[in-house]
């Protein structure tokens, strides 16, 4: 009998969202959707947001399942998580080099800003 594993080691599971968030003079969010996971690690791609102006240049988004982004910046449009050694928490990689903590999406819309 063969059973397909449910999450991994670190409790992600296929289609979880995560989001980051980071900026210099706004704040910009972007999520990804897990789509594959092993053992200790998970493939996620970017997705697209719904957002809602509430102001100038600010609003509210919320996550796209399924709404797949290519070209977005980041190193790949699928991405092999690895995690934070100090919090634990799933670390993406964007073009730059740089590295993202992962948060987990809870349901809640979450505010934006942009600059003009």
Not at 58 to 73: D, L, N
Request: glycine share 10%.
């Amino acid at each position: 009998m063969t059973t397909t594993k449910l999450e991994n080691i670190h409790g992600v599971k296929v289609g979880m969202i995560f989001y980051t968030t980071w900026g210099y003079d706004q704040t910009n969010i972007d999520y990804f959707e897990v789509v594959k996971i092993t053992a200790k690690f998970a493939t996620v791609r970017p997705i697209e947001s719904q957002r809602t102006e509430d102001a100038f240049l600010q609003g509210t988004c919320v996550p796209v399942p399924g709404a797949y982004v290519t070209g977005s910046g980041w190193v790949s449009d699928s991405i092999r998580t690895g995690t934070d050694i100090w919090s634990g928490a799933p670390v993406l990689k964007n073009a730059d080099g740089h590295d993202h903590i992962g948060y987990l999406y809870q349901g809640e819309a979450l505010r934006y800003t942009a600059y003009a």
